[in-house]
Every structure is written in structure tokens, then in C-alpha cells.
């Protein structure tokens, strides 16, 4: 007889591998980790990785799936809950880089998978489809400054925040609020913005 599965039970054990994973991504590189070293960071076999994902392959697709999304949509909820432009913009910033450890976690991630999408072209769509998602939350942003011209803006604020992530990575004693106050800096720069402290008009987003 067929073991029954219990769907939450399932969702929550297949996260809790997926965050191992990630982890011993971390630690080893997209390249080097073993479904051995994934399997003892999250205490199982390579059985029960290979039960949920079907190969390590399956694995590091459904991680980078889910790690992606989870900042792209916190990003989203956070710039819709601020009630201002200023705030929209601060919750922008904070969400690019949020906290030491899981900053340098997720862009040392993103960074390598990148590389090894550049080879992949299964892993290559994953990564336009992530972009597609964070140019959408870009797009938000770009849109304080009115809806002429959006889009360059929204892709120059992708950049802005791509480039400070690599500078942090090459950082070895990054200062968090340096790189937030730099992504500030840009964002408002980008935007056409007056300098911080001036006043900016209020405009819904779109």
C-alpha cells in the first residue's frame, strides 16, 4: 500500500531541505556541492533528497526557485505597505541588503549561479525569469519619478543594485549601512531626485 502524504508535512520538509541546501551551496559552491554534502547539512540520506527532487540538479533548480522569489517578493510587499515615496525607497534599500550574514549569503548564491547558468541554458532561463520578476519591483520604484521613461529607469536601478552587491562581496569588512546609504544615494540619483532631507513630491505608484 501507496504511504500517504500529508501536503503541508511535505511543503514544510521539502523548505527545510531546500534551506540546507542553500546553505551547503554557501559553503561548497554551485559547482562543488555533492547531494553528500547537502544531505549532511540537512541530517538526511541522499535518498530522501533524491525521494523530493529527483536529482541534485532538480535540487539547486527548486533552490534557486524559491531563494529568488522569497527576496523579490518581500521586496514587492515591503515597497507597497511604505506610505511614502521616501519610505518605498527605504524599504527598497533595506531588502537589497539585509543583515551581513544573509546579504553576503544570498549575492555569494545569486553570483555563482549565474556563472554556472552561463553554461546551463535550463539554469539560463531561471535566471531571466528572476530578473523578469525583480525588474517588475524595479518597475514600481521607477515609477515615483512618473511613468515617461520608466523602464530605462527601472533597469538602471537593477544595475545600481547588482554592482553594489558585487562590490560587497569583494569587501572584507563591508559596513551594511555604507552600502545602504551608496544604494540610497543612486536610487534617488536614478530617479531625479533632490539630495536626502529635501522634500519630494508624492506620487501613487502605478
Known amino acids: 500500500m501507496a504511504r500517504k ?5 511535505d511543503r514544510l520538509r521539502r523548505a527545510a531541505l531546500e534551506r540546507a541546501a542553500y546553505l551547503a551551496i554557501y559553503e561548497r559552491g554551485y559547482a562543488g556541492v555533492t547531494l553528500a554534502d547537502i544531505a549532511a547539512h540537512a541530517g538526511v540520506s541522499r535518498g530522501t533528497l533524491v525521494y523530493h527532487f529527483g536529482s541534485r540538479a532538480g535540487l539547486l533548480a527548486a533552490v534557486m526557485r524559491r531563494f529568488s522569489r522569497t527576496i523579490a517578493v518581500a521586496t514587492r510587499r515591503a515597497v507597497r505597505q511604505a506610505g511614502t515615496p521616501e519610505g518605498k525607497l527605504r524599504a527598497y534599500v533595506d531588502n537589497q541588503f539585509y543583515g551581513l550574514v544573509n546579504t553576503r549569503r544570498f549575492y555569494t548564491v545569486s ?3 549565474l556563472a554556472a ?8 532561463a531561471m535566471q531571466r ?4 520578476e525583480s525588474l517588475a519591483v524595479d518597475l514600481e520604484l521607477a515609477r515615483l519619478a512618473g511613468p515617461a521613461g520608466a523602464e530605462g529607469r527601472a533597469r538602471l536601478l537593477r544595475a545600481l543594485v547588482e554592482g553594489l552587491s558585487v562590490r560587497f562581496l569583494a569587501d572584507a569588512e563591508p559596513d551594511l549601512e555604507v552600502y545602504r546609504a551608496d544604494c540610497m544615494t543612486g536610487l534617488r540619483a536614478v530617479l531625479g531626485w533632490p539630495a536626502e532631507g529635501a522634500a519630494v513630491s508624492t ?3 502605478r
Open 5 to 9: 502524504v500529508n501536503p503541508i508535512q
Open 111 to 113: 553570483l555563482d549561479f
Open 117 to 124: 547558468a552561463t553554461r546551463d541554458p535550463e539554469l539560463m
Open 129 to 132: 525569469a528572476f530578473l523578469a
Open 203 to 205: 506620487q501613487s505608484l
